[in-house]
Structure formats: C-alpha cells, structure tokens
C-alpha cells in the first residue's frame, strides 16, 4: 500500500510540475469556495454526499460585452470512499466570443489520519471538452481591412486536461491544481483566420487554502485564499475572511489585490440546501462604469444513511 502511495503521489507531481507559466482563462467566481471542483478535480466527493452546485454570475452589469457566466457542478464519493467523482456544465460569454464546457472528474483519496481532523489527502484528474466561438464581424473596428475582423469563427471543439491535489480535513484545506495543461490554439486549423489569430486555452495555475477557527460556541472565523499563476501575467491573489454563524449563516468580504473587492452572504436553509449571494465592485479603472458584478449560488446536497454530516461542511 505504501509503494502504491508513493506511485501516485510522484505521478500527481509530475503532471502538475510540467510547466508552471501560462495564462489564464477560467472564469472567474467570488464565492470559489464551494465551486472548488471547477478550479480542482481533487475536490470530488470532500461534502461525502451527492452535491450538485449552481452558480450564475453576472460581471460588470451595464458594462456592454461584460462577462455572463452559467455553471452547474456535481460530485460524489463512491461506496468504496476511495475514489470520487463528479462533473460540470458552463457557458461563459464574454463581448463576442462564447465558450460552452463540459467536464468529467475523478479523484482517488488517501486517509491520512482518523483523528479529530480525518485527514485526507486527494489527487484528482479532469478531462473536458470546450466549444469556443466568436462573432468578430459584429466588432466595431477601427481598421476595415483588418483581415482577423472579416469573419467569424463558427466554433472549434477544444479537447483538455486538468490535474489537482487537494488535502483537507474538518477544519482546513490547501490545494494546487491546473484546470487545463493542453495549449489549444482557439481556432481550426482549416479556417481562414488560423493565420490571423494567435489566442490558445492558456494554463492557469492555483493555490488554493482556508482554516476554519472557533471563536464562540455559534461563531467561527474562516479566513481564505486564492493565488492564480500565468505566464506574460502578474501573479494574482485574494483573501477572504468569513464568519459561520450557527453553522447556519455565512456573511464576510474579500479582496483580490488590485482587481476586485467583494461582499458575500449564505444561508444553510436546511440540511440539504445552501443558497448564497455575492456582491464585488471592480478597484480598477472600470470603477464607476458598471454597477459591479452580482453573484446568486444554490448548492443541494442529498445525504443518506451514513453519508448524513458527520460533521459540518464548511467549504
């Protein structure tokens, strides 16, 4: 068991190391925390129960080809608690380009420890499959003989990898992950403007962590991060700092540096369902030319039997 642990410890490494700068297109969520399976396929089956979350975001509202974005998400662990897995619909729109993803997870996890914390230790693979297009020919454009302008591109089927690591225990977590390894140029080779356009699906690479602290006997502090990497970018990063209340209610605020602030609040209607809503105003430029992005979350979970909280699932 041990030598098998060692194998797959070094191969999960090995896929996340093979290279550590690229760009970023992933879209983007304020309340990422429990939307981790999108950024990390590691983070199937961590609620013990099937999960499926909801999330519709709308950027920048009134800002003219801001950022629209639809995801739904599922996971569960199998019987065998070992391996879990899980999957993803979204539709991201952004001015005139449209990319619809759908992906399939799967994460073998290791029991590190049965004490309080029930350590885990999760390694997680994501294949996908993203269609990408554009309708450049509707752009005002200051050159008309620009010839990456003239026409459109019909849609070009991107398939991808993704790799992620993911310990956690009742308290706390601390994952790495790349959602997509795979360069793919966002044009067919075949098309007319394969020789204009130079734009690919660029990696993007997470860290991501949190630790949840008692306060009071109804009050807990839970503090947050999230650092992105990509190459020709600066490194990006934000903190999040929440307060569970009653195990019920969830408010706090969050900051990325030099990009956005936000405010989120949830509610745990009951056992099975967790609604949220999250407010964020850009700290750039764009501030004052939009009425900031607005959030909405649904997330449901059915438990049976043994699968029930064992204990509350904060992230």
Known sequence: MIKRKQILLTLALFVLGT?????????????????????????????????????????????????VTQTISFNKPFKTDEFAFGGAISNDKIGPTNSFNISIDGAYRLKLGHGRERTKLSFG???????????LAGVDIIDPDDQSFLRNENGVWLPNLGAGAFLYGRTYFVG??????????????????????????????????????KVKRNLKFYPAVLFKATKNAPLSGGAF???????????????????????????????????GYTLEMPVTSLFGTNLGSHEIMLNYSIKKGRTAIIYPKHF
């Open 125 to 135: 693979l994501k294949g996908l499959i993203n269609r990408y297009q554009t309708n």
């Open 241 to 275: 700092l929440n307060f569970i209340v009653m195990n019920e209610f969830k408010i706090g605020a969050y900051y990325n540096f030099k990009e956005v602030a936000g405010a989120m609040a949830q509610w745990q209607v009951n056992k099975k369902l967790r609604v």
């Open 19 to 67: 290279s550590f700068m690229d760009a970023q297109q992933t879209a983007m969520f304020g309340q990422f925390q429990y939307n981790m399976l999108e950024l990390n396929p590691a983070y199937a089956g961590y609620r013990e129960t099937f999960n499926v979350t909801g999330i519709h975001r709308s950027q920048w509202v009134g800002f003219k080809g801001a950022p």
């Open 176 to 213: 790495v992950s790349a959602p997509k390894i795979l360069n793919n140029k966002l044009v067919n080779k075949g098309s007319l403007l394969y020789d204009y356009m130079d734009g690919r699906e660029e990696r993007t690479y997470y860290m991501t962590a949190g630790k949840v602290w």
